[in-house]
């Protein structure tokens, strides 16, 4: 998402790349220029200009999540950081700071997920400048007192207790602790709750966080919008070039490959209809992997909103109030989801039995060609559909550019896709095989 262009005068090191030309454009999916520049310093800076009627939306995408909390008793720090970062500096203290986004009548955000965390305004495009100069201040020159921290150690608390009152965050953080044994994937991002309760302990952690993370190299701006490359670069060079490096990559342990299948069974203490997920261990993230999209598009096939077993557990038998399957893009290996929420628990067997017949199918029968390529065209109209805004654009490429550490394979991506044949989806289906499999199922109170 980003176009570059130079401040040799202040000692930048750019390396100026159009990533979609106005000759080129005629074969590519993203409809919108991309311009890219990297300061000395190592940080990215992706801007897409596109006519929005004077609005932009400017992002901070942190390469580090719950994925890279690898130290005993520390988990759920990469969430807990999120809101620290939100406290403000010795220049623009937080009420300062909220003043100022208030004033500009922009909306900011984060959220964190276990591969990264993403810091987000949507704005006037006119405002960037005051934009760049608040946040590059709070990215470089973070500052808050212990009892803040401990303050907010408490909301991070309340938010889990809150969270856990969620069937589905009861679920999956079963789910995880399960499926993983070794890799820091078997902790949700709000981390055990022994660690939550110990956070306002580690005041003098959260700068070692902050020093070892939040540094430039380590992170990637996306700006979309109403905006000028050049002049946007101009301000990042300004704003960003003194930025010193010094992120120290953890050591995320590998995860051992699954054998055998794991179940477990969870007693959730409240109301609701049961749960059922079925997790297969994935392959990691890589926009040029044939693997990676057929597992995609099998899951799609297979159980999504337009496959038969869908229509038969869903509008037939009326078995399901909720089905369907996801599979993550995840720097590391994640797990491919098929989940249902069933009317009656005595169902789960019988739900498992057709998940079994449906893989089964896919893996000895070879998809009509017509149904694959509808799906793909499917994939590129929804794709192209979801960027009609800046905040549009933005959010559905954050992702994309905190797994694979830019924007430079997002065409790639979809002609991989294109690549997939039947023989794909077989040897896709074969991959969804029980021993690789975790199956979670949640009851409630009757």
Known sequence: MNKLFYFFSLGMVLMTLNLFSDTESEDKIFPYPIHKETLENGLNVYVIPMESNGLASYWTIVRTGSRDEVEKGKTGFAHFFEHMMFRGTKKYPQDVYDSIVVSLGADANAYTTDDYTAYH?????????????????RFQN?????????????????EYRKNITNPIS?????????????????????????????????YDYSK?????????????LVIVGDVDPEKTFESVSNYFGSWEQGYQKPNIPSEPEQTQERRADVNYDGRTNPWMVLAYKGLPYDYKSKEVMADQLFASLAFGSNSELYQKLYLEEQKVIAFGSSI???????????????????????????????????????????KLN?????????????????????????????????????????????????????????????????????????
Not at 340 to 346: E, F, G, I, M, S
């Open 121 to 137: 305004l949507n704005i006037a495009a006119e405002d960037i400048e005051t934009v760049m100069d608040i946040e590059s201040e």
């Open 142 to 158: 973070l500052s808050y007192a212990e009892p803040e921290f401990k303050t907010e150690a408490g909301a991070v608390y309340g």
């Open 170 to 202: 009861v679920l999956f953080e079963k789910l995880q602790e399960t499926a993983y044994k070794k890799h820091t994937y078997s902790h949700t991002t709000m981390g055990y709750i022994e660690d939550i309760l110990n956070m306002p302990n580690m």
């Open 208 to 220: 070692e966080f902050y020093n070892r993370f939040y540094r430039p190299e380590n992170c990637i």
């Open 328 to 370: 993550p893009n995840n720097r590391d290996q994640g797990l491919n989801l098929i989940y249902a929420q069933l009317k009656d628990k005595t169902d789960f067997s019988y739900l498992e039995e057709e998940i079994g017949k449906t893989i089964e199918k896919y893996q000895t029968q070879a998809v009509e060609i017509e």
């Open 374 to 446: 509808d799906l793909k065209k499917r994939i590129k109209y929804s794709f192209l559909m979801s960027l009609n805004s800046p905040d549009e654009v933005a959010s559905g490429l954050a992702n994309f550019v905190a797994v694979t550490g830019g924007l430079e394979g997002l065409e790639t991506e979809f002609e991989t896709m294109e690549k997939v044949t039947p023989e794909d989806i077989m040897e896709a289906a074969k991959r969804f095989v029980s021993e690789k499999r975790t199956i979670v199922r949640l009851t409630g109170v009757e």
